[in-house]
């Protein structure tokens, strides 16, 4: 792994992280795709570059969280409760057997996308309530919400794409899901790239720190790109075109890999 190597797996991360098509399963293909061997370190780059991705969430919506601190992180921390339990004892089995299952996560793209598809579909006929703040979700749609994302466990699961979906049945407003999703983002990244970075020791060379630094500063700025062309692209507009995207790259991938 280069530099280079480094500078576009970070742009990917933070392009990604907040689109339902699954950051990971992006990371692990292109990474595939470049020739770069997976490794203990290679899976740490791909968790701690989540770091600058939840950086961006902080800058954006620092003023939105320290107005209503105590109500943010009540709710913040009932959504991430499930995914904590269930990424303690199931995350490290996850992490060691199906990271970089290529076959598996292109499955997952395209069962996701086919997902997508069809519930954007029966949802056009399901009303909003309306609301557009935190306040609308109440702490028992916030666990449901946590309960949703920990099903992002499985490689190629989207997230993103889980808790706004799992919010969307709870008939929570479209733009307030995606918020709650960014925000949501901030413990659950938090959590995974803390522990993972702990069991490792920290344990790497001088230049690995600096392609952990590339990815992370990478990975900010595309994130700052993103959650601000999807603020605006939910206010017109549903992801069934994720979904068809799923479908189409999972297909072009399944081709690749067949008759490389």
């Known amino acids: 792994m280069n530099f280079i190597h480094s500078i576009i797996l970070g742009l990917l991360e933070g392009a990604t992280e907040f689109l339902p098509i ?14 770069i061997t997976s490794n203990n370190f290679i899976k740490s780059f791909e968790i701690f570059i989540q770091l600058g991705a939840i950086l961006a969430v902080v800058v954006l919506f620092w003023h939105r969280l320290w107005k209503n601190l105590p109500l ?39 069962v996701g996308g086919l997902g997508l598809i069809i519930f954007e579909k029966f949802y056009k006929a399901s009303p909003e309530l309306p609301g557009n703040s935190l306040s609308v979700i ?18 190629g699961v989207s997230r993103a794409a889980a808790t706004i979906i799992g919010g969307l049945l709870l008939k929570i407003p479209r733009a307030t899901i995606v918020e709650f999703s960014f925000l949501l983002a901030i413990p659950t990244m938090a959590a995974a790239t803390g522990l993972d970075l702990l069991k490792s020791g920290w344990a790497f060379n001088q230049n690995q720190y600096t392609l952990l630094a590339i990815g992370f500063i990478t990975a900010f700025i595309s994130a700052l790109v993103v959650i601000h062309w999807l603020i605006r692209f939910v206010q017109k507009h549903d992801f069934a075109i994720f979904g068809w995207y799923r479908l189409i790259i999972g297909f072009l991938l399944l081709i690749y890999f067949y008759y490389r």
Not at 22 to 35: F, I, Q, V
Not at 138 to 155: L, N, R, W
Request: hydrophobic share 55%; proline share 4%; glycine share 8%.
């Open 72 to 110: 943010t992180v009540g709710k913040l921390a009932t959504a991430f409760a499930p995914t904590a339990i269930i990424g303690f004892f199931i995350y490290p089995v996850f992490k060691q057997y199906f990271m970089g299952n290529t076959l598996l996560m292109i499955i997952m793209l395209m």
């Open 22 to 35: 699954s950051s990971t399963a992006h990371l692990d293909l292109a990474r595939s795709l470049m020739g």
């Open 138 to 155: 109440s702490y028992k749609q916030a666990f449901v919400i946590g309960c949703a994302q920990s099903v992002a466990i499985v490689p």
